[in-house]
């Protein structure tokens, strides 16, 4: 069993103000015994300091999102490795980091560990992610991605995101993973969530104008640069047929992915759901092609639009 704590709302203030960097969270579901996994389940209420004190405490498991679509910054960078040589990469990096002025905080995890580096302020999630896979590929870190299978993953994981997107989210530090029912702390401090904290913020933080200087001139590695988007040509309709087109019917909402754009989905807007109005995903390289994460039919969804697919004509 790991330890349990009853940390104080102040405790939780202090994660909070190290680690959240907008207040949408997940909360990582009790291990399935099935199959031994224990998904995170993305939670619509905003997280507050209350989530945080059990999630010190042992009570539940959440993870953070790095990247606030408003300022497409971070509060920190997290560098996940859990390969074979996993530790030794991240020691490599946190001598590196040293070397550049940086103080980087090591966790354990479990099957390797995260590097974790703090911002006095907010940070570019871009200039982040140069810096960081510029560096790994200087030192010889293999970088997941770009034709590698094994390498590190860097948090934030995108460099911008779309506003109403949330990219790729963390486990948060200081926790216990519902996977093995255990806690994962950080090296170099006694094992108590305020101890840990209060190592964490003793640390000498990177400020934006450092990761500037620290990033001049540099690019992203080619290799590991976002592919560019592929503009939808529409096919030439065969003239005198009408083909039903769900982009005109539809409002899509900025939320796409790299495959889909997103819409409310007219048949559970019609049963008032879908107020996120992401059910709906519409493939960008054939919009022809659309269905309703929540499970509506195509022919619900056309009825709900006043376009009922006709069926062939009895004869
Ligand atoms: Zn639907």
Redesign the pocket.
């Known amino acids: 069993m790991p330890a349990h704590f009853c940390v104080s709302r102040q405790t939780a203030e202090e994660f909070m103000r190290l680690f959240v960097n907008r207040l949408a969270y997940c909360i990582q579901k009790e291990k399935a015994p099935s199959d031994g996994s224990a998904p995170y389940i993305k939670q619509t209420r905003p997280l507050d300091s209350g989530a945080v004190r059990m999630h010190l405490n042992g009570d539940m498991t959440i993870s953070l999102f790095a990247i606030n679509p408003q300022t497409q910054s971070c509060k920190w960078v997290a560098i996940d490795a859990d390969f074979g040589d996993a530790l030794d990469a991240l020691f490599h990096l946190r001598r590196e980091l040293k070397q550049d002025g940086i103080d980087a905080a090591l966790e354990q995890s479990r099957r390797g560990g995260h590097l974790w580096i703090f911002g006095e302020g907010p940070l570019l999630a871009s200039q982040c992610r140069i810096y960081i896979y510029n560096l790994a590929l200087r030192l010889g870190v293999p970088v997941k991605g770009g034709g590698l299978k094994e390498g590190i993953e860097v948090f934030p994981r995108q460099d911008h995101i779309a506003d109403g997107a949330y990219g790729n989210a963390i486990r948060a530090p200081l926790g216990v993973h519902r996977k093995t029912n255990r806690r994962y702390w950080f090296y170099d401090a006694d094992v108590t969530p305020e101890a840990q904290l209060n190592y964490l913020y003793g640390l000498k933080k990177l400020t934006a104008t450092e990761l500037e200087t620290l990033t001049q001139g540099m690019e992203l590695p080619k290799a590991y640069r976002p592919p560019a988007p592929v503009p939808f040509v529409p096919r030439i309709p065969v003239t005198g047929q009408q083909e039903f087109r769900i982009l005109n019917y539809v409002q899509i909402t900025g939320k796409q992915d790299i495959r889909n754009w997103k819409a409310q ?4 807007a019609q049963a008032g ?2 107020r996120s109005r992401d ?2 995903g519409i493939k960008i390289s054939d919009p022809r092609f659309y269905v ?5 039919t195509k022919e ?2 056309r009825a709900a639009l006043g376009q009922p697919i006709r069926k062939a004509a009895m004869a």
């Open positions: 989905c007219p048949s559970c759901r879908d059910n709906l309703c994460r929540a499970g509506c619900e969804i």
